[in-house]
């Protein structure tokens, strides 16, 4: 599974950006995708988890503000991110789960300014 994803960049306090992540290969298997972030020294934490079901979870710092989604094809993953905060300004990964593997997408940076 190969995972490309874009839609970064700058965006002011309580703005919005919506992320995309475009899987190919073999993305029948995967079975759960993911968005994280990870900022300069701190850990790649996982902020969105959408299950083949479509049942989705949220860290607390994101619910309410985020949304994962992905398409009805099955290829493309989303992240809308509303009122957007500085905290949140960070690299974010895409992410794809099989039986076997984790794969990751390349980064996609994100900055709020106050």
């Known amino acids: 599974v190969q995972l490309q994803a874009s839609g970064g960049g700058s965006v002011q306090l309580g703005g919005s950006l919506r992320l995309s992540c475009t899987a190919s290969?073999?993305?029948?298997?995967?079975i759960s995708w993911a968005w994280h972030r990870q900022v300069p020294g701190d850990r790649r934490d996982p902020i969105a988890i959408i299950g083949g079901d479509g049942d989705t979870t949220y860290t607390d710092s994101v619910r309410g503000r985020f949304v994962i989604s992905r398409n009805n094809v099955g290829n493309t993953l989303y992240l809308q991110m509303n009122n957007l905060e500085p905290v949140d300004t960070a690299t974010y990964y895409c992410?794809?789960?099989?039986?076997?593997?984790?794969?990751w997408g390349q980064g996609t940076l994100v900055t709020v300014s106050s």
């Open positions: 290969g073999s993305i029948s298997r995967i």
């Open positions: 992410a794809a789960a099989t039986q076997e593997n984790y794969f």
